[in-house]
């Protein structure tokens, strides 16, 4: 490169903002991505990147940086993209983010840091997102790796229950400070719910392969297909660990205790999407059975992340028709917008302000669900608007399978009490007080040497908020161990 287009690169346009309009990812054809669960978003070019980069602002007190909780160094690796420093811009996101090319993915930008953008205010958010996403694919495909030349072992090995965000996000920071940090696992990969609740059309399972392979080549050991409690005795892992962090989740599904879910054709979500991860990716998991939707008519009741995710599923799957049934109005969803978005593209259909009231069954078989419709109302005082039924005005829709996808409440292990667990009335795991105003609670439980983080202390959550407490419980635990 020459002098001349050196310094070209380097001078700022301060009004690029303007210039420049907010440039989101393109997507394949619906008929395209139809057909298969591959990612739906085309990769930006470099010049597309470092031009989105460009229109950041670099606000004195950056509002991105505060909203998403890793408090990534949003506006510090944007300026490194736009000089086209792509490897330094990686290395520094992951600084913060043990996994920004999958929070790139499935991050909520439009509710965290894109919403918090100065430029939101009508010029349109910088494209945090696809950026995060699309450089640091370009770093785990040429195999960066950080420099751990300067790290000594502490010889202090830590016990991670569970192979998910909030356990990769810890055992990626002891890692970068010289503990032997072991994941335990029960499923054949790692990524919990990123594997096996989160299709391939929004993270396709290679993206998990090539972290794994990153987290093992600095030093991080797995072992799946091991459940502790029976293939791995408590007894051992508090003889062989310094320390133990649980991060299992929450797995246990809500069902809504409908009159007649348990007739054939009824359908936990978790069990329809992890049936369908374990038929594409092979993995021979006996009790997770796959269920083809091909040629029949499938109603999904609710309205978040997961229901959309069995939604888009469920058309991939060539259903005949696909119907997402939610109680609230749409504004309302939990879910992502730009999920619902997504959806309606690929032909599901919506039915707002609807309550199911039972769903029925015909000889054992599903048939059709019940409705009764609905009013939203705003209480006082509530950031969530409510919603009232009018059991007089009610309607059914017809229905060869019904998905039930209400969200995930806590599920303990029985052996928690061995480790001096304690959990609070809803099962999740209770966590001690901090004196600290900005974080009131740690990750540390009453167990001793224990810690825990994620959905199964926070309930169902974000990725990156799981991520986040991971991390605050490795710093916890280094100071546990008085690194």
Known sequence: MSQNENKKIKQQDYLSFLNQQRSVSEKRKVTD??????????????????EQASRCLDCGNPYCEWKCPLHNYIPNWLELVRTEKYDQAAELMHQTNPLPEICGRVCPQDRLCEQACTLNTGFGAVTIGAIEKNISDRALAKRWRPDMSSIIDSGKKVAIVGAGPAGLGCAELLARNGVKAVVFDKYPEIGGLLTFGIPGFKLEKNVVRQRREFLADI?????????????????????????????????????????????????KALDFLVANVNEQQAYQMEQYAFQSMQGKRVVVLGGGDTAMDCVRSAVRQNATSVTCVYRRDEASMPGSPQEVKNAKEEGVNFLFNRQPIAIIEQDNQVTRVELAATQVVTESGSKRKSFQVNSEQSSQLEADVVILAFGFKASPADWFEKLGVQLKQNGLVATLESQDSELPYLQQTDGEGVFAGGDMVRGADLVVTAIAEGRQAAREILEHLKL
């Not at 991505?33 to 470092?50: G, M, Q």
């Open 33 to 50: 991505r139809l057909i298969d669960f591959e990612e739906i978003y085309i990769a930006k070019d470099n010049s597309e990147l470092t």
């Open 219 to 267: 030093g991080v050991d797995f072992q799946l297909n091991t459940e502790i409690g029976k293939d791995v005795s408590i007894d051992e892992l508090q003889r062989d660990y310094d320390s133990i962090f649980l991060a299992m989740g929450c797995y246990t599904q809500v069902t809504g205790d409908l009159p007649g879910s348990d007739a054939n054709g009824v359908i």
